[in-house]
């Protein structure tokens, strides 16, 4: 059963929210730009001539447009009242639902919200109708008065003159309309399905997005909402092509007589045969769907652990993966563009096929001399009417399929279940305030579940065959529906098979300080997660206040500013500010960052330390007025100077009197908890402080300690680690342990003995601060083991000799943390605190270097200019057919008809096997690039440095795969054939116009001006406004996947209606570019209409002024040539400058090609040898590394050696420079920049390929992310 979305009450930013996230918003164009639509006040000329774009193409052509160019959306095309539109058919719904609970029907709910506008678009199609049939017979009389068989009068031709070109622009003016109203109502669409699928995303428990295949819901909003919209677009033109055919059918049939019945019927048949070739286009698409989604999936998956992808040198397996995920879906993809590229074919051999049995039958019947000029040519531009039609409606008939299968998986998405225990925001502002108990958090004999083995397959009362068919239709798409098993008596069975809680009793008393302790795996994360609604409530009561601030175990990282991280939308105090960030120990790292507080942190807070990216996330929930806070062992990542400080300043310092609960495993910190709280087996006691003193924790404490797996249990594990989640999962304890050869990891706690290079022995330090000497005991296997714990060599002075007290080394330890020998601040960013570059946007004209590129890559000039050669061969016949006809109709020669039969015939076939060649030639060179280009784009983005993922959003280099890859390999081909067929259309037509009528070429050179100018503002118009619209989509992709990564902590501070409003920002953002883009094309092509309208008009008069001298054969053939001639020119301009458009996504892939790469992968011969390293010294020589070369030294002439077999504990601060040691090692870095050498096993690493290196060495990195599938 759909539940009611996420609702939001006007268009206005939250009053919260931040200046810094004011201004970050509107430099991703979120914000209006202040500029009102000018269509809004439109007079009626210029809304169907679209005169009020004028304003916008002359500043287009001025300037290079931004953002802040663009005029606001329409009130009626903005998301928010999209929404509206949306909520209120639900509701209107959800009041009239069957009593059995069916599901309401998204295609319902979309017409209800929208259709009543979308359907007044469909009257303008019979007036074009209209305006197409009377130009027929205006021709007809035209040829008429060329025969001479009627007396000429003046004003009756001066009339049909006249009435070709008003009937002409007539028919530009209602197909242009119809064509907008479909696009608009389906960027309403579009913006209408991204809205409740980011509502959906928010309302289901991570239960259930854990058992939902999350890159579906991304691919609704990415590509599905595209394929609606084109469903849209077409929409009319499929349903109306049934009454144009049966239209002109009567009407050819009127004129021929039961001759015509033969033609007709060719029409008729041709109509569902392409019917059935575009349903078998979708068919196959929908075959391809699984393979695309299977490789943008894997492209995330590499992109999101692409540190640990490198470290373990995965990125030959992983390029194979995606490759032969490509290649099936190219499989898919090629069958259905070839079956697309012989749809052409149909749609050309119409007139020919369905004229030679016309005209045959009606020799055959009436005799030769019976076919007369004017009902030849009246015949045959009837007969093109149909071939606007056959260009059209398969395409829509392709699209509504695509976008059923997108309806479909939009439907089931909608119909997965919700989280029982989430609240929505207004729900959230009801309670917010008000005291409902006298308890902060109230659990009665709570039992919470993970899994979802209480949940089935709704459709129990479905037939079977209906239940098969549903079956299928879900394992197609790859969603589940599901829904609860009724209560009854096998719900004692569910709870034991379900992984839950049970029995979890305990109450907060509001102000107290709770701590939970448990052994790893115990299930203290799931249960602040059941707290939240997180987990499925399957028996008992839970109560918390709302909303509550959550620091989860793996930070969730905005890519946005330190400021606004802590801020999280809400207001800026400075004393507060300043407060929180001093008691959460971040006074000196925010000092050392370039920019402070306005340093943007990298996606998932990939330039800063474990540590700094958890006290980040502990000062939000610091700085946030929510009266509960849940912090997920904030003390792990950090060192022990620094937990000592947030013990102080935060836990009994900031916080006092302010309710928390806190998972940890530090027991110094119980001392000071109110209560203290078992996990353990599931179940929850209280332990009282004398359990503390008599050191009963000891064990359990001890034994997290030891386990470096990280408290986060496999239940929650297997919830948060989705294939396609980007967040992060680290360690309990915090620590990054780095491990060379496979060794298992051990702590500085643990009884270790280290050597550097000056022979001091490094001690083992126990909680007193006092040293435990003795070597290892643990034997040596026979992989070297080299372990590098969380806490970096400090250098010289930072070697403890075991005579040190624990004051005596936190002194030093602080000492050294700004200033240590050999090592930095490990800080990557620009000096002006911005990590993350602007997306590349290419201005001016798609370079040549991009169209020749793209020819190379699709079989080389040769086999290019064949293609085109081809191209103009079959264009040539397809135009001697007509020239033919006239002169059988004229009789020029003493032919028998028999002859002219048989030779149209001819003509006929040669132009139908010439159209099916050009077609898949063309088709064969567009899929051949494809293919290569995102060959080239895979290697290329995998290869290259770290520093490129640093800079660059997930979200904006899976938009080059998904979305840009998706229109270069299916609307990019098909768009540029027909643009070529066009072009080369018109070349035919004027060619044979200006033999026939020399005069004609009078008007060409007015004409080409014309063009040239409209092209030239257009172009450089709608190019930029194709890129805004290119760059616009990153941020809004990038903020849904955002969103999914960190779904708990939304919601746990009640955010959702500030993140729901920033993306609904963000679509009407990238919506702006669009519509606007739409309506230039608009603009342009009801001037290219009424140019062409002009050339028909002209070569009407010439007609009629030459009817002396030109024969009616003739006179029928520039007549219908010049009909052609507007289709072709004003469609073949608009698919020339879309065919631009699409090819920025060209220029877009092939700029990814052209990244730079890290070193070669593999190694020259003889440099090492194959059981390299075997004995597993390290050896850093004056090593110096800085992120970038302008950025400061994160390693400075770093000199040290770690022998064979020995285990090396290395100590330094939070972002002192630990990782860099690892990033070192891995040459994860390499720049001008750095110098030195590090040399394992006397081989210094930078003469090694890259993935022999790293395939050889192991690494337990700080930050893991879990991947489905493994190499």
């Known amino acids: 059963m759909l539940r009611k979305m996420v609702s939001v009450e006007g268009s206005k930013r939250n009053t919260e929210m931040s200046k810094e996230e004011e201004v970050q918003e509107f430099e991703t164009g979120g914000m209006s730009t202040g500029k009102p639509c000018p269509l809004s006040n439109a007079s009626i000329f210029s809304f169907l001539t679209w005169q009020w774009v004028q304003p916008l193409i002359t500043i287009g052509n001025k300037k290079t447009l931004e953002a802040e160019d663009l005029w606001d959306l329409v009130p009626d095309e903005t998301s928010v009242y999209c929404e509206r539109s949306w909520l209120k058919a639900v509701e209107g719904e959800k009041m009239k639902k069957n009593v059995d609970g069916s599901p309401v029907s998204v295609w319902k709910l979309m017409y209800k919200s929208m259709g009543y506008k979308f359907m007044l678009g469909g009257l303008y199609k019979p007036v074009w109708l209209l305006a197409v049939v009377l130009q027929v017979y205006i021709l007809k009389a035209l040829v008429k008065i060329a025969q001479g068989t009627e007396r000429l009068q003046w004003w009756w031709a001066a009339l049909l003159v006249v009435g070709m070109f008003l009937t002409s622009t007539t028919q530009s003016i209602t197909q242009h309309q119809c064509f907008t109203i479909g696009q608009r109502t389906g960027m309403k669409a579009r913006a209408t399905v991204a809205m409740a699928v980011f509502n959906k995303i928010q309302e289901m428990s991570l239960a259930s997005l854990s058992n939902t295949n999350t890159g579906i819901m991304l691919n609704l909003v990415t590509n599905d909402t595209q394929k609606i919209l084109d469903a849209a677009t077409f929409f009319h033109f499929v349903w109306f092509a049934l009454v144009e055919v049966a239209v002109v059918g009567g009407l050819v049939i009127y004129e021929a007589g039961v001759a015509a019945i033969p033609g007709v019927m060719v029409t008729f048949l041709t109509q569902p045969l392409q019917v059935k070739v575009a349903q078998r286009v979708g068919w196959l698409r929908r075959s391809a769907i699984d393979y695309t989604d299977s490789r943008v999936r894997s492209v995330n998956e590499v992109l999101t652990g692409v540190r640990v992808v490198k470290y373990n040198g995965w990125t030959a397996a992983f390029l194979k993966r995606i490759g032969d995920l490509r290649s099936s879906e190219m499989h898919w993809i090629k069958r259905a563009n070839f079956l697309r590229a012989s749809t052409s074919t149909l749609r050309d051999g119409v007139i020919p096929l369905a004229s030679f049995a016309t005209f045959g039958t009606f020799v055959a019947v009436h005799g030769g001399a019976a076919l007369t000029p004017s009902l030849a040519f009246t015949v045959l531009a009837l007969f093109s009417i149909l071939v606007r039609l056959f260009s059209i409606a398969p395409l829509g008939v392709q699209y509504l399929s695509e976008a059923m299968v997108a309806m479909q998986r939009f439907q089931q998405l909608l119909d997965l279940p919700n989280g029982h225990g989430i609240t929505n925001p207004d729900e959230q502002d009801k309670l917010k305030g008000q005291v409902l108990t006298d308890k902060a958090v109230s659990v009665s004999n709570g039992v919470f579940s993970w899994t979802l083995k209480d949940w089935q397959t709704c459709d129990d009362k479905r037939s079977k065959k209906a239940k098969r068919r549903k079956t299928k239709q879900e394992k197609d798409n790859g969603l589940h529906i599901l829904s609860r098993v009724p209560r009854g008596k096998d719900s004692d069975k569910v709870f034991e098979e379900a992984d839950t809680l049970k029995g979890v009793t305990f109450e907060v008393q509001r102000g107290d300080l709770v701590a939970i302790v448990g052994a790893v795996g115990s299930g203290k994360s799931s249960l602040l997660l059941a707290l939240l609604g997180e987990m499925e409530c399957l028996a008992g009561e839970s109560q918390i206040d709302r909303p509550a601030a959550f620091a989860p175990q793996q930070p969730w990282i905005l890519n946005d500013t330190i400021r606004s991280n802590v801020l999280f939308g809400n207001k800026f105090d400075e004393f507060r500010y300043k407060e929180t960030v001093s008691a959460c120990a971040l006074d000196h790292d925010i000092a050392q960052l370039p920019a402070g507080h306005d340093t943007e942190i990298g996606e998932r807070g990939v330039n800063l330390s474990g540590g700094q990216n958890a006290r980040i996330s502990l000062a939000r929930a610091c700085y946030s007025t929510s009266p509960l806070l849940l912090l997920d062992d904030p003390l792990a990542a950090v060192d022990v100077p620094t937990a000592k400080h947030l013990m102080d300043h935060v836990l009994c310092g900031i916080l006092k009197g302010r309710t928390v609960i806190l998972v940890t495993h530090n027991k110094t910190s119980l001392s000071c908890c109110d209560k203290i709280y078992l996990l353990e087996h599931e179940r ?588």
């Open 684 to 1271: 929850l006691q209280e332990l009282s402080k004398e359990a503390l003193l008599d050191g009963q924790l000891d064990e359990v404490i001890l034994n997290d300690t030891e386990d470096n797996g990280g408290d986060i249990d496999h239940k929650t594990r297997a919830s948060l680690g989705r294939d396609d989640s980007s967040e992060e999962s680290g360690g309990e304890n915090g620590p990054e342990v780095d491990v060379l050869n496979g060794a298992s990891a051990e702590m500085v706690a643990e009884s270790s003995q280290s050597h550097l290079q000056n022979g001091l022995e490094c001690k083992e330090l126990t909680e007193n601060g006092v040293s435990k000497n003795g070597p290892s005991e643990e034997p040596v296997s026979d992989d070297v083991e080299i372990v590098a714990s969380v806490f970096q060599e400090v250098g010289e002075e930072g070697v403890f000799d075991g005579k040190q007290d624990e004051a005596s080394i936190r002194k030093s330890f602080r000492r050294r943390s700004g200033r240590v020998t050999g090592v930095e601040s490990d800080i990557d960013g620009d000096k002006g605190g911005k990590l993350t570059v602007k997306e590349d946007r290419a201005e001016g004209e798609v370079t040549w270097a991009t169209y020749i590129q793209y020819a190379k890559d699709g079989g080389g000039r040769v086999f290019i200019f064949m293609v085109v050669v081809i191209f103009l061969f079959a264009q040539a016949v397809r135009v001697m057919l007509d020239y033919w006809l006239s002169v059988w109709v004229d009789r020029k020669y003493q032919l028998s008809t028999r002859i002219y039969v048989i030779s149209y015939a001819c003509f006929a076939a040669g132009a139908i096997a010439l159209s099916l060649t050009r077609a898949l030639l063309f088709m064969e060179a567009a899929m051949l690039s494809a293919k290569k280009m995102h060959g080239r784009m895979a290697e290329k983005v995998l290869r290259s440095p770290q520093l490129f993922f640093d800079q660059n959003p997930v979200g904006r280099i899976v938009n080059r795969f998904s979305k840009d890859q998706s229109l270069v390999d299916e609307l990019l081909p098909s768009t540029a054939q027909t643009c070529m067929e066009n072009f080369t259309g018109c070349l035919g037509s004027i060619a044979i116009i200006a033999v026939l009528i020399p005069w004609f070429l009078l008007a060409i050179p007015p004409f080409i001006i014309i063009f040239l100018i409209l092209q030239k503002r257009y172009v450089t118009v709608s190019r930029e406004l194709k890129r805004l619209d290119g760059l616009s989509r990153s941020p809004m992709y990038a903020h849904l996947s955002q969103t999914l990564q960190g779904i708990a902590s939304v919601r746990a501070f009640g955010a959702q209606k500030r993140m729901h409003d920033r993306f609904l920002a963000m679509i009407d953002a990238n919506h702006r570019a669009f519509i606007l883009f739409v309506h230039s094309s608009r603009w342009l092509g009801v001037r290219l209409d009424l140019a062409t309208s002009m050339a028909v008009a002209t070569a009407s008069l010439l007609v009629v002024l030459l009817r002396n001298s030109i024969s009616p054969g003739l006179a029928g053939v520039v007549l219908v040539q010049s009909l052609q001639l507007t289709g072709f020119f004003q469609y073949g301009v608009r698919l020339a400058a879309e065919t631009e458009n699409y090819f920025t996504s060209v220029e877009r892939i092939q700029a990814y090609t052209e990244l730079p790469t890290e070193a070669d992968s593999d190694t020259a011969p003889g440099v090492i040898t194959e059981k390299w390293p075997e004995k597993g010294e390290i050896e850093f020589v004056h090593y110096t590394m800085a992120y970038r070369e302008d950025l400061p030294r994160v390693l400075n002439d770093l000199c040290f050696k770690v022998n064979s077999q020995e285990k090396v504990g290395i100590l330094g601060r939070t972002g002192a420079g630990k990782s860099s040691l690892a990033a070192a090692m891995f040459r994860l870095v390499e720049n001008k920049a750095c110098s030195g050498r590090i040399l394992i096993d006397d081989i210094d690493i930078a003469h090694i390929g890259l993935d022999d290196l790293r395939r050889r060495l192991s690494i337990i990195p700080q930050v893991n992310t879990p991947m489905k599938r493994y190499p």
